[in-house]
């Protein structure tokens, strides 16, 4: 069975930066894409980040408050797939999940990781 393991998280001031990894282990990954999701405080888990390939050609996806400072990216060779994250503000504050596109629901927890905890503090 494919599972998806998030690792990375840590606490930062704001404006530091973070890089996180989900990678892809066990069984036969079929997906060609993989999103990056975060579930604040008292939040809806939401959308982060998206990458879709076909072969070598990669398409990159971001939610609108974080286009500019997280890039995603993807090396094949390991199946792992990277956010790296910039200029980090408090309100990026949450627990980061990656799942494949499009996710399970929120609410069926046995498809989803246990996430990484990503803190800024101001």
């Known amino acids: 069975q494919v599972q998806l393991v998030e690792s990375g998280g840590g606490s930062v001031q704001a404006g530091g930066s973070l890089f996180l990894s989900c990678i892809v282990a066990?069984?036969?990954?079929?997906?060609?894409?993989i999103d990056w999701f975060r579930q604040g405080p008292g939040k809806e888990r939401e959308f982060v980040a998206g990458?879709?390939?076909?072969?070598?050609?990669?398409?990159?996806y971001y939610e609108d408050s974080v286009r500019g400072r997280f890039t995603i990216s993807r090396d094949p060779t390991d199946n792992t797939v990277y956010l790296a994250m910039n200029s980090l503000k408090p309100e990026d504050t949450a627990v980061y999940f990656c799942?494949?596109?499009?996710?399970?629901?929120?609410?069926?927890?046995?498809?989803w990781g246990q996430g990484t905890q990503v803190t800024v503090s101001s």
């Open positions: 799942n494949t596109h499009p996710p399970p629901p929120n609410s069926d927890s046995s498809r």
């Open positions: 990458i879709r390939w076909s072969g070598m050609t990669h398409y990159r």
């Open positions: 066990g069984g036969t990954f079929n997906a060609n894409r």
